[in-house]
Nanobody, 120 residues
Framework: VQLQASGGGLVQAGGSLRLSCAASGRSFRTYRVGWFRQAPGKEREFVAA????????YYADSVRGRFTISRDNSKNTVYLQMNSLKPEDTAVYYC??????????????WGKGTQVTVSS
């Protein structure tokens, strides 16, 4: 499966963005999907994940209550709605897909990232 993240940009603190992860391949509908981010000089960190059906979600403590992950399997797309953005949310955001539980951190397929910059 091939993944492509989009929707990043420059936003002021307190603003919102919606990222999209578009995928090729019918098998995408059977995969859990996760969002990760990597800020300059820092390690990549987990942000959120959603099960293949959309029935289960999991969030990092740093984004819980501000970010919402969802998916539309008819469009082979997963979304990350980001509200109340903070400067510390600035990073390159990546989506990834794999089989398994939303609590697992290993992913088989990765897309190219999209830059999110939050100004103070």
């Amino acid at each position: 499966v091939q993944l492509q993240a989009s929707g990043g940009g420059l936003v002021q603190a307190g603003g919102s963005l919606r990222l999209s992860c578009a995928a090729s391949g019918r098998s995408f509908r059977t995969y859990r999907v996760g969002w990760f981010r990597q800020a300059p000089g820092k390690e990549r960190e987990f942000v959120a994940a959603i099960s293949w059906s959309g029935g289960s979600t999991y969030y990092a403590d740093s984004v819980r209550g501000r970010f919402t992950i969802s998916r539309d399997n008819s469009k082979n797309t997963v979304y990350l709605q980001m509200n109340s953005l903070k400067p510390e949310d600035t990073a390159v955001y990546y989506c990834a897909a794999s089989y398994g539980s939303v609590y697992e951190m290993n992913y088989a397929y990765w897309g190219k990232g999209t830059q999110v910059t939050v100004s103070s």
